[in-house]
């Protein structure tokens, strides 16, 4: 939208006045003051952490929460943003499942971090400190829960911060289609109607949590690992073109170690650097070959393949192909 209000507008109720609701948005509010009034909003509503926005669009946010007996569930969506939380030094804790209905979140807690997409889920725990980005506009589903209210049959619960479910969960697919079913305004009005349903969304996410914790292996770590390496591919895809774009920059907009990314790209036989540097060579090689770009330097379509420096982009070239970018234009 121009003024880069919410997509996901329609999906959320009108009926804010309800004492069991609460709906924060940033609509109708000035682009400049967006962000310090969602902080202010968001913070003295429901977790104490940092917001900043994580893009050049306009920020906008909104969310709509219902408290249903013993769990609070929400459905949040907003711009790119970054979100921190620092640990919650209190007695009487909760833990979150998020539920990504579109774009997608980096998420960290406990030291275990992943990208989650749609249809897969993050479990954040209040005693614990947190991170939470997203890069493009994201929608999800959030479900708070009392540690109280699942003590005595999942024990601590702060084991389960940083966990993460993936779509194909049995537990999880009746989640995504219990709260799509449900109608914010209207099956949810009744007060024994909402202790009932948050009775049974209990029920679905201690099922869930115990389900993950038993299967949890090696094929499981080897599968977020997989997630977390595309998900840096897919950003070096987006930025390869930009010069300046290196391992730092990637790690400052994923919010993972420098050391991090070495790890998972060791994993394949290539250093980051190695990979980055092979995707913009075959860029360059790809617009040499096109009769169409004859008329061009070969500096500027360096430059457009992400090389800042001719001489560097001409040996590596070199080294790569085994011939120059003249030879290969001339063919």
């Known amino acids: 939208m121009s003024d880069g209000q919410s997509p996901f507008s329609s999906a959320l109720s009108t009926d804010s006045q309800a004492n069991h609701m609460r709906r924060i948005s940033t609509d109708g509010i000035p682009v400049e003051r967006r962000l310090d009034y969602w902080r202010e909003s968001y913070i003295s509503s429901f977790v104490n952490c940092t917001i900043d926005g994580n893009s050049d669009e306009p920020f906008w946010s909104e969310m709509l929460a219902i408290r249903l007996g013993p769990v609070t569930i929400g459905s949040v969506a907003g711009s790119p943003k970054v979100c921190r939380t620092a ?174 990314i070495q790890k998972l790209f060791e994993e394949t036989g290539l250093t980051f650097s190695e990979y980055l540097v092979e995707r913009r060579l075959k860029c360059a090689w790809e617009l040499l070959s096109n009769r169409a770009n004859d008329d061009r330097r070969i500096q500027e379509i360096a430059w457009q393949s992400g090389f800042s420096d001719i001489s560097t982009f001409n040996r590596q070239f070199v080294r790569r192909f085994g011939e120059t970018p003249s030879a290969v234009r001339v063919r």
């Open 87 to 260: 640990r919650l030094e209190k007695g009487d804790t909760n833990f979150v499942l998020d539920i990504v209905r579109h774009g997608a979140s980096f998420c960290e807690q406990a030291g275990r971090a992943t990208v989650v997409h749609p249809g897969e889920a993050f479990v954040f725990h209040e005693g614990l400190a947190s991170n939470e980005v997203t890069s493009v506009a994201t929608e999800y589903r959030s479900i708070m829960v009392a540690d109280s209210a699942v003590s005595g049959r999942l024990g601590e619960t702060a084991r389960f911060g940083g966990m993460w479910l993936p779509a194909d969960v049995p537990e999880i697919r009746l989640l995504v289609s219990y709260l799509a079913a449900l109608s914010f305004a209207g099956d949810l009005a009744d007060a024994d109607v909402r202790v009932m349903v948050g009775n049974h969304i209990v029920e679905l996410v201690v099922a869930a949590l115990s389900r993950v914790e038993r299967t949890e292996n090696p094929a499981v770590a080897r599968s977020l690992r997989a997630a977390r390496l595309a998900a840096i591919k897919r950003l070096v895809e987006e930025a390869f073109t930009q010069p300046t774009f290196d391992i730092r920059r990637a790690a400052r907009r994923l919010d993972l170690s420098e050391r991090y």
